[in-house]
Every structure is written in C-alpha cells, then in structure tokens.
C-alpha cells in the first residue's frame, strides 16, 4: 500500500500561483510514477502530469505545457506541482496518484490516490 497526502491547494485570482505537494508513504518503492489529475465539477478525471521515481521522466497534457511544472524530491518522498499563470477553468479538485507505467495517462494505470485538495481560481 501507498498513502498519499496532497497539501498546498487554496483559492488564488487569475494569473497567481500555487504550489501543489503531495507527501508519500508505505510502500513507495512499488510505485516507479507519481501523476497528478484534476477533477471539476461534472466532469471526469482529468490527467495533468507525472514524472517518474527516477531519472528525468516528465509528462504533461496540453493544458498543462509552459504553466505547470512537476518536480519530485525522492529523500523527502513528495512530489511538487507548480502552477503558474493559472486561469479560471484550472479550477479543479486536484488529486495526486501513484503508478508503474511509464508514460501513463489513464486514471485506470494509477493504483493509488490521495484525497484530493481544492483549487479554485477566480476571475
């Protein structure tokens, strides 16, 4: 099992920056990639990045290029999301996830998730 623990959400206006962390524990070494989604209201869950353990390994969607950056810092076991330049539809439940596939997008290929925390960017 891995247990993970986001933290850093909050309401922020248009244009502002938030910085995203997710705490990891248990089993870690069980889990090669660490992903991040997000979730609106009424709609799916919606992959936003992920890198991988080790190595250089980044992914991100298109709505994420040039404003999001993920980071990891593996003594501490968290992984970062820093999100700049953010807009009003970036306005999500943002949940951090634990995987094994390299390159995955799917919720499915994620085993384990956070609770969630509350982004909310105003206009």
């Known amino acids: 099992q891995v247990q993970l623990v986001e933290s850093g959400g909050g309401l922020v206006q248009a244009g502002g920056s938030l910085r995203l962390s997710c705490a990891a524990s248990?089993?870690?070494?069980?889990?090669?990639?660490m992903g991040w989604f997000r979730q609106a209201p009424g709609k799916g869950r919606e992959f936003v990045t992920a890198?991988?353990?080790?190595?250089?390994?980044?992914w991100y969607a298109d709505s994420a290029k040039g404003r999001f950056t993920i980071s990891r810092d593996n003594a501490k076991n968290t992984v970062y999301l820093q999100m700049n330049s953010l807009k009003p539809e970036d306005t999500a439940v943002y949940y951090c996830a634990a995987g094994r596939t390299l390159y995955s997008r799917s919720p499915d290929q994620y085993a384990f998730w956070g609770q969630g925390t509350q982004v909310t960017v105003s206009s």
């Open positions: 248990g089993r870690t070494r069980s889990s090669s990639v």
């Open positions: 890198i991988a353990w080790s190595g250089t390994s980044t």
